[in-house]
């Protein structure tokens, strides 16, 4: 089964455009100002506004207040929040879209974690001591198999390419796989041809 394909870090009209005609399903929008790829509330509605409403639209957040949160995702008609810092369980229930809570994978431990969160799904990526994502490294893709059992749709994250994206889908059968670096000319700028060849390889398995 093909995983739904979503494109995360986008920054501009030009790539979500191309990401959704390349036939992309979620566009991700990182409202975190210490990423490389943030962008800003106004930015991001606009972008927003010119997509297919087909298209999911996600924010990125890490460890926002619960105002911001719910004013970014008014002002973006957002359809999925992704909860990508240490928010507790409790908070993520409180918004009225798809919920996602990012858990980055060290080791087996990490999936303990996991199972507190009554989410939507969850977004495997891998760990670092310096970001809370974009890394443009992969974990032990055994663990997100093993995450399957938690009973909550998996999307795979990490250091996801062109070249490896179709070995990892193979290998984990995701709800979704999530990119970002993986197909960027630069951080925050996307590469037509990455961008494409991540797609068809998604979509060839």
């Not at 068809?200 to 398995?205: Q, R």
């Given at each position: 089964?093909?995983?739904?394909?979503?494109?995360?870090?986008?920054?501009?009209?030009?790539?979500?455009?191309?990401?959704?005609?390349?036939?992309?399903?979620?566009?991700?929008?990182?409202?975190?100002?210490?990423?490389?790829?943030?962008?800003?509330?106004?930015?991001?509605?606009?972008?927003?506004?010119?997509?297919?409403?087909?298209?999911?639209?996600?924010?990125?957040?890490?460890?926002?207040?619960?105002?911001?949160?719910?004013?970014?995702?008014?002002?973006?008609?957002?359809?999925?929040?992704?909860?990508?810092?240490?928010?507790?369980?409790k908070?993520?229930?409180?918004?009225?879209?798809?919920?996602?809570?990012?858990?980055?994978?060290?080791?087996?431990?990490?999936?303990?974690?996991?199972?507190?969160?009554?989410?939507?799904?969850?977004?495997?990526?891998?760990?670092?001591?310096?970001?809370?994502?974009?890394?443009?490294?992969?974990?032990?893709?055994?663990?997100?198999?093993?995450a399957?059992s938690?009973?909550?749709?998996?999307?795979?994250?990490?250091?996801?390419?062109?070249?490896?994206?179709?070995?990892?889908?193979?290998?984990?059968?995701?709800?979704?796989?999530?990119?970002?670096?993986?197909?960027?000319?630069?951080?925050?700028?996307?590469d037509?041809?990455?961008?494409?060849?991540?797609?068809?390889?998604?979509?060839?398995?």
């Open positions: 089964m093909t995983p739904q394909i979503k494109i995360c870090g986008i920054t501009n009209l030009d790539d979500a455009r191309l990401a959704v005609d390349l036939g992309a399903d979620m566009l991700g929008f990182i409202f975190y100002a210490k990423s490389q790829r943030s962008i800003t509330r106004e930015a991001a509605a606009a972008i927003c506004q010119a997509l297919p409403a087909s298209v999911g639209r996600v924010g990125v957040f890490v460890n926002e207040a619960e105002p911001v949160i719910r004013e970014i995702l008014a002002a973006c008609k957002l359809t999925a929040i992704q909860f990508h810092g240490d928010e507790p369980a908070f993520c229930r409180r918004f009225p879209v798809l919920k996602i809570k990012a858990i980055r994978v060290r080791n087996a431990d990490s999936l303990r974690m996991a199972a507190e969160y009554d989410v939507d799904a969850l977004l495997l990526d891998t760990y670092t001591d310096t970001q809370h994502g974009g890394t443009g490294k992969t974990f032990d893709w055994s663990l997100a198999v093993q399957k938690l009973g909550r749709p998996i999307i795979l994250s990490g250091g996801l390419t062109p070249d490896n994206v179709r070995e990892a889908i193979r290998v984990v059968q995701p709800f979704a796989v999530d990119v970002a670096s993986g197909v960027e000319r630069e951080p925050g700028k996307k037509p041809e990455k961008l494409r060849r991540f797609i068809e390889a998604c979509k060839s398995e």
